[in-house]
């Protein structure tokens, strides 16, 4: 039996910064982790960014073992005895420990259906499996137009492959961007070479000869070397609702990222419902600046910090020569305010309640102003135009 003071359930960044925070209030306790994936913890952003860009691969690690960690690859946690607190791998190791953290990310959604081949993107191994199929002139279908989808079917076109992407909604990341702005990113992916095709529901994925047949819902056949899906993650939920921890699409946690009234059981990362006091809501958040602070934030408490998450994340993205932060809550559903140095080149979006209360602001080609940005959600007020035009300064 493998001994911890500290079990990290997952691989990912959030597990590999739950682990820093442990080390920055508990030098010599011991702590295991349990990866799923056969490679080391590593950034993730880089999969959709910089290694499509030439970036050195060699830099993504997070060198997670130099903290004196005990790292497991390729394996997966199958139960957990809170009683006895010990955990049971899929290799058949049993971890004991004191303090336990559920860092275990999601499962890229897949099509129902769709073969083995179809790059369902997310992990190291996904972006190794794309590259290989990424030469110049192969036709290649993305099927999703969101945050994935697009970042991936931009990186696909500088490589210059043939794209095509294929999504329900009007525009690209039209769940996020208001209309027009969406509309705009639909002509520019167009002018970059990629074949945008709104409206269209993918109903499955076939084998056709050496390549594919993508079919939407209208019966639209597109043939492909390649597809590749950016469809969202299922959080990995299932070792929480076998112990009948609180799940509610994401383990539920306190602001210390506490499961469940214990001190013992944790979440952190895209996994884990936290709440969110600046909008008096519960969030569940999938992206890098969330994993890393919460799971540090979040490993300190295992080690007794007692610090309370108070972090509004923020995210980001590079379309071509198009690029935004964003902080706070990104719902197209909600009325805008929008102020732009030039139209839906340079400018600036808030998302506001019925009170004209900032819910979160979209930054589009605007850099450095996510801080003045979160203090505005914080404040609560009605935003004056003066403050929007502020963040264009």
């Given at each position: ?40 913890p590593y950034s993730r ?104 989808g697009s970042e991936i ?78 469809l969202g993650i299922t ?159």
């Amino acid at each position: 039996m493998a001994r911890y003071r500290y079990l990290i359930v997952g691989g990912g960044m959030a597990g590999d910064a739950a682990a820093r925070g442990i080390r920055d209030h508990d030098q010599d306790g011991t702590i295991g982790l349990v990866a799923a994936e056969r490679d080391p913890p590593y950034s993730r952003p880089p999969l959709s960014k910089g290694l499509w860009a030439g970036g050195d691969e060699a830099k993504i690690w997070r060198d997670t073992a130099n903290l004196g960690v005990d790292v497991h690859l390729g394996r997966r946690v199958t139960s957990i005895d809170l009683s006895a607190r010990t955990a049971l791998d899929d290799a058949g190791t049993t971890h004991s420990f004191e303090r336990l953290l559920l860092a275990t990310g999601g499962e890229a959604r897949r099509l129902p259906g769709a073969p083995p081949a179809v790059v369902a993107f997310r992990t190291l191994e996904d972006y190794r499996r794309l590259r290989a199929a990424a030469v110049p002139g192969a036709k290649i279908a993305v099927v999703g137009g969101g945050f994935i989808g697009s970042e991936i079917a931009a990186a696909l076109a500088t490589a210059r492959c043939r794209v095509t992407m294929l999504f329900p909604e009007d525009g690209i990341g039209a769940r996020l961007f208001p209309s027009a702005l969406s509309a705009f990113v639909n002509d520019v992916y167009r002018e970059r070479g990629v074949e945008v095709r709104p409206n269209e529901l993918v109903t499955a994925i076939e084998t056709s000869g050496d390549g594919f047949r993508v079919v939407s819902e209208d019966g639209v056949a597109i043939e492909a070397d390649a597809v590749v899906t950016g469809l969202g993650i299922t959080p990995a939920t299932e070792l929480a609702e076998a112990l009948g921890l609180p799940v509610d699409d994401g383990i539920v946690v306190d602001a210390y990222g506490r499961v469940g009234g214990r001190d013992d059981v944790f979440a952190a990362g895209d996994v884990a419902r936290f709440p969110v006091a600046a909008l008096g809501r519960t969030m569940r958040v999938e992206h890098e600046d969330h994993a890393n602070t919460h799971g540090r934030v979040v490993g300190a408490n295992m080690a007794g910090a007692g610090i309370a998450y108070d972090h509004l994340p923020f995210f980001y993205s590079d379309l071509f020569d198009l690029g935004y932060e964003a902080v706070g809550e990104l719902d197209a559903r909600l009325a805008t305010l929008e102020e732009w140095v030039e139209p839906y080149r340079k400018g600036v979006v808030a998302y506001v309640d019925a009170d004209g209360r900032p819910r979160g602001f979209l930054l589009w080609d605007v850099w450095g102003k996510v801080d003045p940005a979160r203090a505005l959600i914080q404040a609560g007020e009605p935003l004056a135009v003066e403050s929007l035009r502020a963040l264009l300064d």
